[in-house]
């Protein structure tokens, strides 16, 4: 009678075994090369997972539209949101701090956009299909100079990457505190302008104040704004869509006077 053949080992059994008979520096070198690959991809996973918690999370609950107050826009371009105020009100007018003299069309909106952001990105990054992995990197690990980026409006449009928002006077008063102090100022109390540079006609880039990190992003700075204002926002929000979330889409279009 013929004997069954033997058992054969586990497939995890016969790799273990091939693994153990590669040389030694081949098994490090392998498992140094999944560590490099791991480390990042555990980095960014982390991040996210910690940025959707406390973004979902909360501050300012209370918060309501002001039945009469000062109408201010959140502005999105799908990746950056921008703090949207009226040029002129009765608690202040930006037209010191920004006015026509610095832009090459020599008109100002109604409106002003205000950006802050990772200076390289601004300044060497004007379309997003321009953005190296080297920059992007550096913007990420390395924390960077600021710039300010302020951009002339004359009528916001109704779209889904615009939320509006009504601020009592004395929430609007601490908003443009926040937005003054992303500005580097000058002697003079003026903010120090880049030069001649910018995008179009209608905007300008001064100097700004901090420093850009993972951390603090061009959106947790327009959300930390918009927290010390008093308005309901999540605890921490780097990315667009972790600030976006908690405002309502604008259904009409709102034009400046």
């Given at each position: 009678?013929?004997?069954?053949?033997?058992?054969?080992?586990?497939?995890?059994?016969?790799?273990?075994?091939?693994?153990?008979?590669?040389?030694?520096?081949?098994?490090?070198?392998?498992?140094?090369?999944?560590?490099?690959?791991?480390?990042?991809?555990?980095?960014?996973?982390?991040?996210?997972?910690?940025?959707?918690?406390?973004?979902?999370?909360?501050?300012?609950?209370?918060?309501?539209?002001?039945?009469?107050?000062?109408?201010?826009?959140?502005?999105?371009n799908g990746v950056h949101v921008d703090l949207v105020v009226p040029r002129r009100?009765?608690?202040?007018?930006?037209?010191?701090?920004?006015?026509?003299?610095?832009?090459?069309?020599?008109?100002?909106?109604?409106?002003?956009?205000?950006?802050?952001?990772?200076?390289?990105?601004?300044?060497?990054?004007?379309?997003?299909?321009?953005?190296?992995?080297?920059?992007?990197?550096?913007?990420?690990?390395?924390?960077?100079?600021?710039?300010?980026?302020?951009?002339?409006?004359?009528?916001?449009?109704?779209?889904?990457?615009?939320?509006?928002?009504?601020?009592?006077?004395?929430?609007?008063?601490?908003?443009?505190?926040?937005?003054?102090?992303?500005?580097?100022?000058?002697?003079?109390?003026?903010?120090?302008?880049?030069?001649?540079?910018?995008?179009?006609?209608?905007?300008?880039?001064?100097?700004?104040?901090?420093?850009?990190?993972?951390?603090?992003?061009?959106?947790?700075?327009?959300?930390?704004?918009?927290?010390?204002?008093?308005?309901?926002?999540?605890?921490?929000?780097?990315?667009?869509?972790?600030?976006?979330?908690?405002?309502?889409?604008?259904?009409?279009?709102?034009?400046?006077?």
């Amino acid at each position: 009678m013929t004997e069954p053949p033997p058992p054969q080992p586990a497939l995890w059994q016969r790799i273990r075994g091939r693994w153990s008979a590669l040389p030694a520096w081949l098994r490090w070198s392998v498992k140094g090369a999944s560590a490099v690959v791991a480390a990042p991809v555990a980095m960014v996973s982390c991040y996210l997972l910690l940025a959707w918690g406390l973004s979902s999370s909360v501050v300012n609950e209370e918060f309501q539209d002001a039945s009469d107050g000062v109408e201010i826009f959140l502005w999105s371009n799908g990746v950056h949101v921008d703090l949207v105020v009226p040029r002129r009100t009765d608690l202040f007018d930006w037209s010191a701090w920004c006015p026509a003299s610095h832009v090459k069309g020599r008109m100002t909106g109604p409106w002003v956009a205000m950006g802050w952001g990772n200076r390289r990105i601004y300044l060497e990054v004007p379309e997003w299909e321009d953005l190296t992995l080297g920059v992007a990197l550096e913007s990420v690990f390395i924390p960077g100079a600021t710039v300010m980026h302020v951009s002339n409006v004359w009528d916001i449009q109704a779209a889904s990457r615009t939320r509006r928002i009504v601020l009592t006077r004395k929430q609007y008063r601490r908003l443009v505190e926040h937005i003054q102090s992303g500005f580097a100022l000058q002697p003079s109390g003026i903010p120090e302008r880049i030069g001649e540079f910018s995008y179009g006609d209608h905007d300008a880039f001064y100097e700004g104040n901090g420093k850009y990190s993972a951390f603090l992003t061009c959106n947790e700075w327009s959300a930390s704004g918009l927290r010390k204002a008093g308005v309901k926002v999540g605890r921490w929000t780097p990315l667009e869509s972790h600030l976006m979330k908690h405002f309502p889409a604008v259904e009409e279009s709102g034009e400046g006077e």
